[in-house]
């Protein structure tokens, strides 16, 4: 497997190497190692589900005026601020021997990884709904509710909270999984670019404040991405190749 701490950019860029993973893990001719993909977002933008309109779900007009880029993620589930957060994606062929298997049994791998990271870091957290896939997100006057309003199983939750949230897209031959782990509460900003009435935007960042959870105090906002990636190398198995930077994949982005 690579662990590849790639470094922040655009929400479409991040976007399209996340697809350009997916596809050639899925090409029968392409290559075949897993790949955990670390990063952030510069500038801060925002991601949606694969299956969201972005006419009905963002407020297009305020994107554009506050220059807030936008992108359609390769997975599903919804709406998503980026900025202060750990990023990740992991790529591999469904029938990979380590780190393939069924929608559960990767979701489970996955969780476990990032709890054991965590806790070597010092965090104490947990994965959330073991026994069921949480409650369905509702809509906020035609727009859906964030990924951070509701948490589902294998969710990773702190203090009762979600703190990392997770989507999967499955391929003939491969998965992608993307998650975010949230360092701040930028995310709430979220609020202000969706496809709402304005006096439901405060409720709406009353209600997903509630339901969510950042380690800000514990690792800082801008806590480098680097120290997540040493965690994760200790607590992956050994023969893990670490590559960092943009030149670690030759990727056609």
């Not at 750990?86 to 049994?105: E, H, K, M, N």
């Amino acid at each position: 497997m690579i662990l590849w701490c790639d470094g922040a950019h655009s929400a479409a860029d991040n976007m399209r190497r996340d697809q350009e993973l997916l596809r050639r893990l899925d090409d029968p001719a392409g290559g075949s190692e897993a790949v955990l993909r670390l990063f952030q977002f510069d500038p801060p933008g925002i991601t949606l589900g694969y299956a969201q309109r972005p006419e009905r779900e963002l407020d297009l007009d305020r994107c554009a005026e506050d220059g807030v880029r936008w992108a359609i993620r390769p997975t599903g589930g919804r709406a998503i601020y980026h900025d202060e957060e750990w990023t990740y994606s992991f790529a591999a062929r469904i029938d990979d021997p380590v780190w393939g298997g069924s929608l559960d049994q990767t979701y489970q791998r996955l969780a476990g990884l990032i709890v054991a990271s965590l806790e070597r870091l010092g965090v104490d957290v947990a994965v959330a709904n073991r026994g069921g896939r949480g409650e369905p997100a509702r809509r906020e006057s035609g727009s859906a509710a964030p990924c951070f309003a509701s948490t589902t199983r294998h969710e990773i939750v702190w203090n009762g909270r979600k703190l990392v949230g997770s989507a999967q897209r499955r391929l003939a031959r491969a998965f992608l999984q993307q998650g975010s782990l949230l360092l701040s509460d930028s995310h709430l900003r979220l609020c202000d670019y969706l496809a709402v009435p304005e006096e439901a935007r405060a409720r709406l960042r009353d209600r997903l404040r509630a339901a969510s959870a950042h380690l800000g105090a514990e690792l800082g906002p801008r806590a480098a991405l680097e120290r997540w990636a040493g965690a994760l190398a200790e607590v992956l198995p050994a023969g893990v190749r670490i590559e960092n930077g943009d030149r670690a994949l030759p990727l056609t982005v």
